[in-house]
């Protein structure tokens, strides 16, 4: 009997994403056997090439303070390896190379790698150097992936992909999709489980 399939919508830059995705993720995958299949979800898809500084959609606010919370919710979830940024990144481009590390059969290694960049390394992923290491670290060839981050082939990827998560009324990440159940955010193993209807 096949395994049921988990779709799960999540952004590079989404600090829940990363805990999520460093957590209960594999771990639902694991206990239940489950498909995982991934969908990129632009978070902030008005934000210009270059991205802009956080305090620019958390405005006022004390980014330590912010920063120090996150850090103590990761560690809430085993999650300690973990550094917010303090500058918003456009995902795009990163989003139409994890397309082309799809169709590689890569798409694995290279999120990982891409999240890593963001909150493990503090880099910038729309950056060609930042993505020619995420390719280095996924086994993919840096100057194929750099190409791919521009070609409009993937980049209608990443719009249809958006396109198809707006119509199902998805507008917040993690989203995780089972059947016709659905969750969203990053909340403990156990409620994920009831939500999902894996409880029991």
């Known amino acids: 009997m096949s395994s049921q399939v988990l779709y799960l919508y999540t952004d590079f830059v989404c600090p829940f994403c990363f805990i999520a995705e460093h957590s209960t993720v594999p771990r639902l995958v694991k206990d239940h056997g489950l498909t995982l299949e991934w969908h990129g979800f632009e978070l902030h898809p008005g934000t210009p090439k270059g991205g802009l500084p956080l ?3 958390f405005r006022g606010a004390n980014l330590p303070a912010l920063h120090a919370r996150t850090k103590a919710f990761a560690a809430g979830f085993g999650v300690v390896d973990f550094e917010p940024q303090d500058w918003l990144h456009n995902t795009r481009r990163a989003l139409a190379a994890a397309e082309f590390a799809r169709d590689q059969g890569r798409l694995d290694p290279f999120r990982a790698a891409a999240f890593a960049a963001c909150f493990r390394q503090r880099l910038d992923i729309e950056k060609d150097e930042t ?3 995420m390719a280095e670290a996924a086994g993919l060839p840096s100057d194929a992936l750099i190409r791919a981050a521009d070609d409009p082939t993937y980049l209608a990827r990443v719009d249809a992909r958006q396109a198809q998560a707006r119509k199902m009324g998805i507008t ?4 995780f999709v089972l059947g016709d159940r659905r969750a969203v955010g990053c909340q403990p193993y156990e409620q994920l489980e009831r939500q999902l209807g894996l409880a029991g």
């Open 55 to 57: 305090t620019s959609l």
């Open 131 to 133: 993505l020619a290491k």
């Open 172 to 175: 917040g990440i993690p989203t």
